[in-house]
């Protein structure tokens, strides 16, 4: 992975060494951030129950997550390059810990939906904020597998809160949003204490609007957005409603559910490493895109064909995971060299999860509306109109040559 515009967020000495638990901490907190991800998905049936909500409306539990972030990471990230990345990373802890413990005790599914929102802009902030604290921890010459190691953050975290599948049970969802508040709020104080602040890289001399302007009169970054969009959209079809379509077509229980999609999730993050050496070895960013969104889509009509057994779909989950974690790391991998110049790289990177965070609102909605209203098998097409759509920008990414950033 070539990740040389991040290279000069922060310099080395070169005979310096890589803090590897300083950049295991910081990979932490992208995986407890995760967890507020993956804890929807498992308690939607609880949550239904709960306060007496259909599909439709509960798929929204899954989507507010990132409505916040669709509209302000870009803004996000241009107050990391200028306000200092561990401030922000910190105060995107906090905020989700604020998020789920005021989720814990709301009683109505719009109160939630607004909890979710908050706990989404958190996500958010502190997931832009950290590539910039490893840029600055890293030696150059161990940044690609810092990196690839990042990128692993998100099927981790999934991974890890679906195997407490059984705390959920035992405590509820109410209970289970406490704990993640917790968590949240010791992991916040570690990070504060652990992790020492990179030098904020915007420049002294342009405002906020005009790196912004700047940023978005470029195409590069445009490109990126709409990939990693289409790629969450694609994703959680799938895996914004994996327990419950798992203990559907398996005949499992919620909990079984859980822990079989947590399996199926960590083959995402083998992915995310294997695609890392596919860089390294040359292989083009754009075919990797072309192929893993292909192979996605294709899969989704084996997940939700009804002639095609339970386990077999649960097969095919577990690929679909795999070539899915090819996508993210190929998408972070090119902000650095498709950003006008370095002082924006964090701005990149927030508008990048911006695109992210637009296909986390508009993949479970459109799914739980289409599946209530014609069935799980008729979301494949869905999955198929977004791939032909990703294909295409894919195409244009082959096409746009980098932007000045390694210059700049």
């Known amino acids: 992975m070539n990740n040389t515009g991040i290279m000069k967020v922060a310099r080395h000495p070169p005979g310096d060494r890589s803090r590897w638990a300083t950049i295991w901490l910081i990979v932490g907190a992208g995986i407890v951030s995760a967890f507020q991800a993956g804890k929807a998905p498992m308690a939607l049936a609880a949550i239904q129950a709960d306060l007496g909500i259909d599909l439709a409306m509960a798929s929204w539990v899954v989507s507010a997550f990132a409505i916040l972030g669709a509209l302000t990471g870009i803004a996000i990230g241009v107050g990391v390059d200028h306000a200092g990345a561990k401030r922000m990373a910190v105060g995107g802890l906090l905020l989700q810990a604020a998020g789920s413990g005021l989720g814990a005790l709301t009683g109505s599914a719009p109160l939630l939906l607004a909890t979710r929102a908050i706990e989404g802009f958190g996500f958010l902030a502190t997931t832009i904020a950290a590539p910039a604290l490893i840029a600055a921890v890293a030696n150059p010459r161990d940044r690609d597998r810092a990196f690839a190691l990042w990128a692993t953050f998100f099927p981790v975290g999934m991974t890890i809160i679906m195997l407490n599948a059984p705390l959920l049970t035992a405590l509820g969802w109410r209970g289970f949003w406490l704990v993640n508040a917790v968590v949240l709020l010791a992991y916040a104080g570690l990070f504060a204490l652990g992790v020492q602040p990179a030098p904020a890289t915007g420049s002294a ?58 399996v199926a999730v960590a083959a995402g993050a083998v992915g995310c490493l294997a695609c890392g050496q596919l860089l390294v070895r040359g292989v083009q960013p754009w075919l990797i895109l072309i192929v893993a969104f292909g192979l996605m889509a294709l899969c989704g009509f084996g997940i939700f064909s009804e002639s095609v057994p339970g386990w077999l779909a649960y097969a095919i989950c577990i690929v679909f995971s795999f070539v899915g ?84």
Do not use: C, K
């Open 205 to 262: 001399r342009a405002s906020v609007t005009s790196d912004m302007r700047q940023l978005l009169s470029a195409g590069g970054p445009w490109l990126l957005a709409g990939l990693f969009a289409a790629y969450l959209a694609v994703y959680l079809a799938v895996f914004g409603f994996l327990p419950s379509i798992l203990t559907d077509r398996l005949a499992v229980g919620e909990e079984a559910g859980s822990m079989l999609s947590a």
């Open 325 to 408: 974690g090819f996508i993210p790391v190929v998408l972070i991998d090119a902000v650095p060299r498709h950003v006008p110049r370095p002082t924006l790289i964090g701005a990149g990177m927030g508008f990048l999860m911006q695109g992210n965070n637009a296909g986390f609102v508009v993949g479970p909605a459109v799914t739980g509306a289409i599946a209530s209203s014609f069935g799980w098998p008729a979301v494949s097409f869905f999955m198929i109109a977004v791939a032909v759509v990703a294909v295409g920008l894919a195409l244009m990414f082959r096409a746009r040559p980098s932007e000045t950033a390694q210059g700049g």
